[in-house]
C-alpha cells in the first residue's frame, strides 16, 4: 500500500500535491491500494476544515483513494508500542526538563558541536526512576549500528548511531511525536513504499530504527523528491502565493495542466503535454532528477493553455458559467490573449458587458450599435460586415476600430470573423 500523508494546518502546498499525485501513479502502476492518511496529532497546529480541504482538492484532481485515515485515531496503539519498547529496555523515561536540555544545546553550540542527547536518564536505575516525580518524555535508545537504505531517486543512503540520536517518541502528555506516530501507521496500514520530499530524508532513518526495534521486517521502499524552488532559487515555502493549490484553481488554472507540470518537473517525459492515465502509462520515479527544480509559472501558463485547447468545448464553457459548444470555442480562441481561465473569463465577460460608448469613435459607435440591432441575422461574417458597411455608411478604421469595441469590449484581440462566427447567436445580447 502506498499512501499520502498531510497535516490539516494549511492550504495544501504543490509540493503536496506533487507528493499525492505520484503516489497515486506508482500505486496503480504496481496494482497496490492508496491510504490517505490525515496527520493530525498535532491538535494546536491543526485547522478546523482545512481535512475537508484537502479530500476536496484530491477529488478534483482525480485522485481516488481506497482508505482514509486519521493519524489521531491510533493513539493507543502509538501508547501500546512505546510501553512495549521500555518493557523490553530499547526505549527509556526522560526526565530532563526543556531548561536542562536548552542549556546543553547553548553549550554544544559554543563548542560548535552538534547537540547530541548525552543519555543521562538512560542510566537511571529502576529506583530512580521510581521516585522521579517530574514530568517524563519517552526516548528510544539510539541504534547501535548505522541505518542504511536505497533511495529509489538519491541511491544509496547512510547514518550512523549519532546522528539519530536517542529521540523522543512520546512527549510528556503521551501523545506521539511525529516520527513515531509515522512509522507506527506504516506498519498498522502495511505501507510498502514511501514516496514524500525530501525534507524527510532525515527522518527516514528514524522510521528504520523505530520499526527494527519493534521487529518489523518488513522492507519498505523509499523516494525522497528534491524540493521546489522558488523565482529567487530559494525553497518554495507558503508565503509564495503559487506555492498554493488552492490559490492555483482560483487563478484558473486547471487540474490537468496542474498535475502535467508537476509530474514533468525535474522530470525526463515522453511527450510534453499529458494526462494522469497518460503518466500511469510510462511514469518511472528513478527518473526524476536528483537536483531541486525551479518553479516556473511561464511553463506552467503555456501548459494551460494547451490544456484548455484540448478540453471538451462543452465542459469548457461550463467553467464559465455558459453551456455551449461555441462558447468553448470561443475560450479556446481566447487563449491567444490569455493563459488561465480566470484571464479568459474576463475577456469574454468584456464582450457581454454594457458598452455605452466609445470615446474615441463615439458617434460611429452609436451609429453601428443602432443599425446591427436593426440588421437581419447573418450566419456568415463577410455579409454581416457587407451589410453594416452599407447601412452605415462607415468604412475603415472609422468601421473596424467601434466594430470591434463594440463586438468585443476592448481595441484588440482575435480576427473579428473568428469571434463573430462564435458569438453571432448571442449577437443582441453583445450590442445591448
Not at 224 to 229: D, E, K
Not at 273 to 289: H, R, T, V
Request: proline content about 3%; overall charge negative.
Amino acid at each position: 500500500m502506498l499512501r499520502f500523508a498531510p497535516s490539516p494546518t494549511g492550504d495544501m502546498h504543490i509540493g503536496n500535491l506533487r507528493v499525492a499525485i505520484l503516489n497515486y501513479i506508482v500505486a496503480k502502476q504496481i496494482g497496490e491500494k492508496f491510504l490517505i492518511r490525515i496527520e493530525d496529532t498535532d491538535k494546536e497546529r491543526n485547522i478546523d476544515g482545512k481535512d475537508e480541504e484537502i479530500l476536496d482538492i484530491l477529488h478534483k484532481f482525480g485522485l481516488k483513494y481506497d482508505n482514509l485515515v486519521y493519524q489521531s485515531k491510533n493513539l493507543h496503539f502509538h501508547q501500546t508500542m512505546a510501553m512495549q519498547l521500555i518493557a523490553e529496555q530499547k526505549a527509556f523515561l526522560c526526565f530532563c526538563t526543556a531548561d536542562e536540555l536548552d542549556r546543553k544545546k547553548e553549550l554544544a553550540k559554543a563548542n560548535n558541536e552538534p547537540f547530541r542527547y548525552d543519555g543521562t536518564c538512560e542510566k537511571l536505575s529502576n529506583l530512580e526512576v521510581l521516585d522521579c516525580e517530574k514530568p517524563s518524555v519517552v526516548r528510544l535508545k539510539k541504534p547501535q549500528n548505522s541505518i542504511k537504505f536505497v533511495d529509489k531517486i538519491k541511491g544509496e543512503q547512510s547514518f550512523e548511531p549519532k546522528d539519530i540520536d536517542s529521540f523522543v517518541i512520546l512527549r510528556t502528555d503521551k501523545t506521539p511525536t511525529y516520527n513515531f506516530a509515522c512509522a507506527i501507521d506504516d506498519m498498522l496500514y502495511d505501507i510498502s513504499f514511501i514516496i514524500r520530499g525530501e525534507d524527510h530524508v532525515s527522518n527516514s532513518p528514524k522510521q528504520i530504527h523505530i520499526r527494527n526495534s519493534l521487529g518489523y521486517s518488513k522492507e519498505i521502499v523509499h523516494a525522497h523528491l528534491p524540493i521546489i524552488l522558488n523565482d529567487d532559487g530559494k525553497k518554495m515555502s507558503k508565503r509564495d502565493n503559487v506555492s498554493s493549490v488552492k490559490y492555483l484553481l482560483d487563478e484558473g488554472f486547471l487540474v490537468e495542466a496542474i498535475t502535467n507540470y508537476l509530474v514533468a518537473l525535474g522530470n525526463t517525459t515522453p511527450t510534453e503535454i499529458f494526462n494522469l492515465s497518460d503518466a500511469i502509462e510510462w511514469f518511472k520515479i528513478e527518473n526524476i532528477s536528483k537536483s531541486p527544480a525551479r518553479f516556473d509559472i511561464d511553463k506552467l501558463k503555456f501548459i494551460n493553455r494547451e490544456h484548455i485547447k484540448l478540453k471538451d468545448d462543452v465542459e469548457l464553457s461550463r467553467l464559465i458559467g455558459f453551456g455551449d459548444e461555441n462558447i468553448g470555442k470561443l475560450i479556446k480562441l481566447y487563449t491567444q490573449e490569455g493563459s488561465t481561465i480566470k484571464e479568459i473569463k474576463a475577456k469574454i465577460d468584456a464582450i457581454f458587458s454594457q458598452k455605452d460608448e466609445y470615446a474615441e469613435f463615439k458617434e460611429e459607435f452609436e451609429l453601428l450599435k443602432q443599425t446591427i440591432k436593426n440588421m437581419p441575422f447573418f450566419e456568415d461574417y463577410e455579409e454581416f460586415k457587407k451589410e453594416l458597411t452599407n447601412r452605415s455608411g462607415l468604412k475603415g478604421k472609422n468601421l473596424f476600430k467601434p466594430l470591434r469595441f463594440l463586438l468585443t469590449g476592448a481595441e484588440n484581440g482575435p480576427e473579428l470573423k473568428d469571434v463573430y462566427v462564435l458569438i453571432k447567436n448571442y449577437l443582441m445580447e453583445v450590442v445591448k
